[in-house]
C-alpha cells in the first residue's frame, strides 16, 4: 500500500460513549459538517494522518444503539455502512459499560468489515479500579481491543496502527457466533435457499423485517419455506424472532462480561456519577441548582467580566484600527466619499458588531463546558417535568436550549421529536430563544442607555423571550390529548471537558458568526451606506432627503405605537431579515450613540429590544422550518404569528411603561 493511499474509516458507537472527542481529536481543524445524501441528519468529515504514513479519512456517524433504521440517523448509519462500504469500522466502546456499548459491538460484526474496537475511557476505569480482560474480549469476539482515552489522546495511535494494519492485510471480521445452534441453523438456510452472503441481512429476514423482504427476489415457495422455519423457532423459543436475537445477543454479553469485566468493589458501590446525581437531579436542589448554573453562565457572560473583553475589543477597533484605516487614507489622498464609506460605513457597520465577538465566544465557552462535562443531559432530564406542563417534553428541551445559540440548528434539532404535535409546537417557540445573533443588538442599545444596569436588562429581556414561548406553548396546547409518551434517556457519566473538544464547539460555533461578518453584513453595511448618501436619481443628498429615509419613513407609522416610529429603526429592521446581527451593522452606521440617544428614550429603546427578541428570524432560520415542516402554510403561519407577538409585546410594554411614567408626575 502506497503512503498516498486514503484508508476510508467510521466511527460508530453508543451516544455518550466519548466518539466526537476521539473524532474532534484525530480529525482537529480538517473536519467538515455537513448532511447526509438525502437525509437531515448531520455528518462529520475529516482527514487524519498516522504515525506510519497513511491518510486516513474518516467519518463519524450519528451516535447509535444498534443498526435497525428506527430513526433518521439509524437509516443514515446503516446506509453508510453497508452502501458506502468503508475499509474499517473503529467501534467506540464506553470501557465503563460494557453491556449496553457491545450490543452495537454484535450487529457491527456481522457486517463482514474489518473493524477494530476503541475501549474508551479506559483511563477512568484504571481510576475506579476496575479491570478488564482484553485477551478474553478478543478470544470472545475475534476482534482486536485497543484501549484509548479519547480526552487525553491516549492509546490513539496504537488504534490507527492496528486500524492500517487490518486494512493492510484485507483482514475482515470472522463470523461471530453469537446465537443458538436452532437461531444459526434457521439463518444458514436463509443465507443458502436465497444465496445471499451477507449475514446481518440474513438476520434481518430472520426477524420478518418487512422493507429486507421487499429487496430480496425471493420467490413464494422459499419465502414460504423461510417463514416456516421462523414460524416453527418462534414456537420452540416460545417468543417472536425479534426478541429472540435480542435475548440471545445479551445472553451472549452477559456471558462475555461476566468473565472479563472484574469490578474492584463489587457491583453496589456508587460511581461518582452517582453521588453527584443525588444532589444535581434530586426532587428539592435540581430547579435551583439548574437555575444558579443558567445565571452563572449569563453573570459572566454579560457582567463586569465579560463587559471588560467587550471594552478592549472596541477599543483596538474604534481607536486603534480605525485611526490607522483612516491615517492610510489620509496618506492616499482617497476622497471624501471613500473615506466615509470607509469609515463610517464598513468600520462603524462591522467593526461594531465584531467587538461584541469576545462576549458572544466566552458564551459559547460555557455552554461548551457544560456539554461536554455531562451536565446539559441532566439539564433536559430535569425540565422533562417542567416542559411536560405545556405540552412538550424533555426532549424539546434540546431545541430550545440550541435557540440560544441560533435558531438554524435549533429548528433542526425538532426531527429528535416523534410527535408531530409536539415538534411543530418546538419550532414555533424555538425562535422566542433569543440567539446569538441578535446579542450585539442588546449589548449596544443597554450600554447606551442602560449603562449601570446592563446586564439585568439583557437578563429581563431572555426572560421575556422564555415567557414567550411558554405562553405560546400554552395556547397551542393540545388539551384534548392525555396520552403522556415516556421519555427515556442516559445520562453519560460527568467527566472533566476536553480542552480541544472545548475550542472546537467553540470555534465552529464563533467561525459561522465572523463568516457572517465578512459576509452578508459587509455586503449591508455598503448598501446601508449607499441608501443613506443617495437619492433615487443617484445623486448625492444628505441623510434626511436619502433613499434609506424615504423608505423608513413609509413603513415608520407602524411602529409609532411602539415607541421608536423613527426611519431608523424601521431600516434597520428590515437588515435583520437577513442576519439579526444587521440590526446592530445598520444603527451603528446610521447614526452615533448621541443620535441613537435623540432618537431612543430608555422605555423605546427596551420596546424595540424587544421586538428584536421576538420578531422572525432570519432568512436561514425560515429556510430551516420549512425544511422541517415540508409546509408553506405551518412556515408562514409561523412569521405572521411572530411578528404579530413581537408587535404587540412591545406596544404593550412601550403604551404600559408611558401610562405609568405619566401617572407618576
Known sequence: MKSTTIVNAVLAGNPNCGKTTLFNYLTGSTQRTGNWPGVTVEKKHGYVKNNIGKNISVTDLPGIYSLYPYSPEETAAINCLLYDKP????????????????????????LG??????????DILKKRGDKIDILKLEQNFGIPFVPVSANKGTGVDKLLAKAAELVENSKTQEILKVFSKSTEYVLSEIKRTLNINSRFIAIRLLENDKKTWDNTNASPAQKHYILSLINKLEKTKNLDCEMIIADERYKFICSVTSTSFIRSNGDKTQSISDKIDNIVTSRFFAVPIFILIMSLVFFVTFGSFGQAMRNCAEYIINDVFENCVK?????????????????????????????????????????????????????????DKILRCIGLSGKSFVPIIMGFGCTVPAVLSTRTIENQREKQLAILISPFMSCSAKMPVYLLFSSAFFNSNATLIILLIYLIGVTAAILTALFFKDKKSSKKIPFIMELPPYRLPSFNTVCLHTWERTKDFLTKAGTILLGATVIIWFLQNFDFSLKPVTEEESILSAIGQFISPVFSICGFGNWQASVSLLTGVAAKESVASAISVLCTQEELKSIFTSLSAFSFLVFVLLYPPCIAATAAVYKETKSLKKTAFSIVYQLFAAWFASALIFQTGTLIINWSY
Open 87 to 110: 475499509d474499517i469500522i473503529i467501534n467506540i466502546v464506553d470501557s465503563t459499560n460494557l453491556e449496553r456499548n457491545l450490543y452495537l459491538t454484535t450487529q457491527l460484526a456481522e
Open 113 to 122: 468489515l474489518p473493524i477494530v474496537i476503541a475501549l474508551n475511557m479506559y
Open 327 to 383: 491615517n492610510l487614507l489620509v496618506f492616499a489622498n482617497a476622497s471624501s466619499w471613500a473615506q466615509s464609506l470607509v469609515l463610517d460605513g464598513i468600520i462603524n457597520g462591522v467593526g461594531s458588531v465584531i467587538s461584541f465577538l469576545p462576549q458572544i465566544a466566552l458564551l459559547f465557552t460555557l455552554l461548551s463546558l457544560l456539554e461536554d462535562s455531562g451536565y446539559m443531559a441532566r439539564a433536559i432530564f430535569i425540565t
